[in-house]
């Protein structure tokens, strides 16, 4: 019979989770030179030089019960995603100026959600000299699993873990410290903001800059949003960074003025935050328009990234993140000196464009 230990272990929820079929057993073999476990620990060494975040070990297992060349990824015990992979092929993408179509097996990259095509070795020659992208199946799986930690870093961030962070930052440089925790904000307090740039992929490393921020502006508000604010206005070298080109340029689209000034009046508080009220038909009008922009600037192989004033940023944001999920919003302010921007494309407002039968999206 099973000890009480034995059953109390049943309970333990791994952080993150990948399970395999087993046909992809052979991916974490020994015998490969580079293996999933390789591949797994140099994720986990990524995303503390990427995000700043220490991740929990991944704990790899197979289940028959999944279908033989496919894999689950679970965070806290939940599916959050799954594919399937095929060992002895190669996975092409067709790039932007790509028209001719390869023999093979069509699928959908799963990290992206691009249209995409399994091919075997010998077609994968001829797939590169026709601009497609070829990737193995091993940097298929690793891919998606990088996509997925970003996606839920803030669930990956616990308090142990944040609490680790601290006691570090605070044998290094105990006046960043010092009076903080629990004087001005308790430990929930900071966690809640660290989630918050982790939720719009910010990274946490400067986590001292961070808390110095927390320290300044915890004696006015406890407000995790507000105090997201205020920590991500500090790292402005740290977010322009992020979405700058190989040029040093950011590639942005703008709200138009007067539409700035009509979401500005549609901002009201509710439950601890800022979100917009307006008419739904206008909402929808509005998403389409950044919608429309927002690819433009991706055909052009850009970051799609918004520009707007900061007194709209997290609104907007949290306005666009179901539908857009991969548009950066930022604020004026948050573009470090010395970057350059360049204007790709107005959003503009869907009031103006009805009363002009004219006006058209730049």
């Known amino acids: 019979p099973e000890s009480p230990e034995d059953m109390m272990r049943l309970l333990v929820v791994d952080p993150l989770q990948l399970e ?4 992809l057993i052979p991916l974490v073999s020994e015998d490969r030179v580079d293996n999933l476990l390789h591949r797994v620990t140099g994720l986990r060494r990524r995303f503390v030089n990427e995000l700043g975040l220490v991740l929990p070990m991944v704990r790899i297992r197979d289940n028959l019960r999944l279908p033989p060349n496919g894999y689950r990824i679970n965070i806290r015990g939940e599916e959050v995603a799954r594919g399937e992979l095929l060992l002895d092929h190669y996975l092409a993408i067709p790039g932007s100026g790509t028209d001719e179509t390869i023999p093979g097996i069509p699928t959908t990259e ?3 959600g691009l249209p995409a095509t399994w091919i075997t070795e010998a077609e994968k020659g001829r797939a590169e000299l026709l601009e497609y992208t070829v990737v193995d199946p091993l940097s298929v799986l690793s891919t998606h699993l990088a996509e997925v930690i970003r996606d839920h870093a803030p669930e990956l961030l616990g308090r142990q873990e944040l609490q680790e962070m601290i006691d570090r930052i605070k044998m290094e440089q105990p006046a960043v410290v010092e009076g903080l925790i629990p004087e001005i904000l308790s430990l929930s307090d900071v966690h809640a903001v660290l989630r918050n740039l982790l939720r719009e992929r910010v990274p946490i490393r400067d986590l001292a800059k961070i808390l110095e921020v927390l320290a300044t502006n915890g004696p006015v508000t406890q407000d995790p949003n507000i105090l997201c604010e205020a920590a991500r206005q500090s790292l ?12 040093g340029v950011i590639h942005a689209i703008t709200l138009a003025p007067d539409l700035e000034s009509k979401l500005k009046e549609c901002l009201v508080a509710e439950e601890g935050t800022l979100r917009f009220q307006m008419d739904p038909g206008l909402a929808q009008s509005i998403l389409n328009n950044t919608g429309a922009q927002m690819e433009r600037l991706a055909r052009s192989k850009h970051m799609p990234v918004l520009l707007c004033g900061r007194e709209i940023r997290l609104a907007f944001r949290r306005f666009t993140e179901r539908a857009l999920p991969n548009l950066a919003v930022l604020a004026f302010s948050e573009i470090s000196p010395g970057t350059q921007v360049k204007g790709y494309g107005i959003v503009e407002n869907p009031m103006t464009m009805l009363a002009d039968p004219r006006g058209e999206t730049t």
């Open 236 to 247: 402005a070298r740290t977010i322009s960074n992020q979405y700058r080109d190989e040029n």
């Open 20 to 23: 395999i079929g087993y046909g």
């Open 110 to 112: 799963p990290a992206f």
